[in-house]
């Protein structure tokens, strides 16, 4: 069975530029979620989706990240414009549903740097 | 605010049981205790959660003192492929999924 699919795997863009992250979750996964990792810590919550409705964005910075799951399956997050601290590896994880006890399943992640 | 309290690093001899602790002295009484781990340039890979009863897989085994203030995590047999950063995670169940990672417990297996 194939797991949390993200493309690409790493970006390298000047500042300034836009750029988006793809995210295929795992099939029958209705719960997607994107993180946020900084060198050295652990990931952090940036938006969860319950099939194409986002549930909680409190922590995406909106002025600038924007997502999207449209049909509730694939999803894509982007960034415009890019500043210099978005340097970080962004995850992509799904899950069965929000509530319970339902495993969170992680990609790879999009090693993002930008000059 | 950090709900876990873990040690930042640790080493392991391959083969050795390896005992992860991790301090959540403000646990609450409808709180998980969840283990995950993640190898380098991987995302994260849940091992195992448990409520109060020790719990065990076949990835690892959990440990949770009574009063529930702190948890060890077991390796049982520890192998080059387990080096990777160890995160221990409280969370409700009805938290809606969210998990607050730290920054975890970089295992370092040696040979």
């Known amino acids: 069975e194939a797991g949390v699919v993200q493309s690409p795997r790493y970006k390298i863009i000047e500042k300034k530029q836009p750029v988006a992250f793809w995210c295929n979750p795992i099939?029958?996964?209705?719960?997607l979620y994107w993180y946020l990792q900084n060198l050295g810590q652990g990931p952090e919550l940036l938006i969860r989706?319950?099939?194409?409705?986002?549930?909680?964005d409190s922590q995406l910075p909106k002025d600038r990240f924007s997502a999207e799951r449209l049909k509730g399956v694939d999803s894509t997050l982007k960034i415009q414009p890019a500043e210099l601290g978005d340097s970080a590896v962004y995850l992509c994880?799904?899950?069965?549903?929000?509530?319970?006890?339902?495993?969170?399943?992680f990609g790879p992640g999009t090693r993002l740097t930008v000059l | 605010d950090a709900k876990t309290t873990q040690p930042t690093s640790m080493d392991c001899a391959e083969g050795r049981a390896a005992n992860l602790p991790c301090n959540h002295s403000?646990?609450?009484?409808?709180?998980?205790v969840y283990w995950y781990r993640q190898i380098h340039s991987q995302g994260p890979q849940y091992i195992i959660h448990?409520?109060?009863n020790n719990e065990t897989n076949e990835m690892a085994s959990l440990i949770i003192t009574e009063d529930r203030k702190s948890s060890t995590l077991i390796l049982p047999h520890a192998t080059l492929r387990d080096t990777a950063v160890y995160y221990c995670?409280?969370?409700?169940?009805?938290?809606?999924?969210?998990?607050?990672f730290g920054a975890g417990t970089q295992v370092v297996v040696t040979p």
């Open positions: 995670i409280v969370r409700a169940l009805d938290s809606w999924g969210k998990l607050q």
């Open positions: 989706y319950e099939n194409e409705e986002a549930v909680d």
């Open positions: 403000t646990i609450s009484g409808n709180e998980y």
């Open positions: 099939s029958g996964h209705n719960t």
């Open positions: 448990g409520l109060k």
């Open positions: 994880a799904s899950s069965l549903g929000l509530a319970g006890n339902n495993e969170q399943f």
